[in-house]
């Protein structure tokens, strides 16, 4: 098939499987998810990491999914600690539901773009319920370890390596660490995700390559938006209190529109490789 023709039946695909309001389903339960799912990890992260250091890795993240908001949603993470509420089981287990929405609502999402799927096998319901609560907790990990990690190269910084007659300053480089460090989590979990949620075996490579898609156009995305909102936008002055939750959903609903996206390409030429 021709690419153009592709590209146009990707789009026709997208339109019947009603994308545009998957994401935008998916993107409501995000924002419903993102604050009970990130206070949970902190609380139990804390156990092993000091909250500082966890509050600031866990701050420079945060601006890979809420450009230009993130110190807005970390002060009511750290509000919560600081209050140190006590987590007794009612408000733990409501804490983990709300924290699994977003990805029950994927796989719901993902059953409607991979329809060829479902003919072919089918999910265990009990993997279906258990299957969000499961990336609820490699969240989790993937946060430990972005912190750890973040740790390291921050000590890294500090440090100078004499080389040719001179002291060079680290700083620069762990920089770049830092930014390649995110970027490898975030194509890692869209990958887990493409791997996870459809039925049916995916194979690893249309992950890998859906998760690099999708993460360097959201890259692109992301550094947009950035600049929109910190010198263009008057989002503040029409929404007010509201601006933190606008923007943080607009942007949830570009990812989950990109991530719906490629789902429906993987989907399409799967479709191509069996005619």
Known sequence: MHPLGFVLQVLRGFNKNQGMMLAGAIAYYALLSMVPLLILSVIVISHWVDSAELLVALGRYLEWLVPSQSQAVLSDIAGFLESRIAIGAVLLMTMLFFSSLAFGILGKAMAVIFPHRGTKSKR??????????????LLGVALLFLTLASSVLQSMAQENVYFLGRNWSLFGISGLFLYLLGFGAEVLIVAALYLAFPVGRMPLHHAAIGGMVVSTVWEIVRHVLVWYFTTLSKTSVVYGSFTTTVVALFSMEIIATLLLLGAQVISEYERLEQD
Request: proline share 14%; glycine share 0%.
């Open 124 to 137: 265990h319901p009990v993997v279906s319920v258990v299957l969000p609560y499961c990336f609820v907790v």
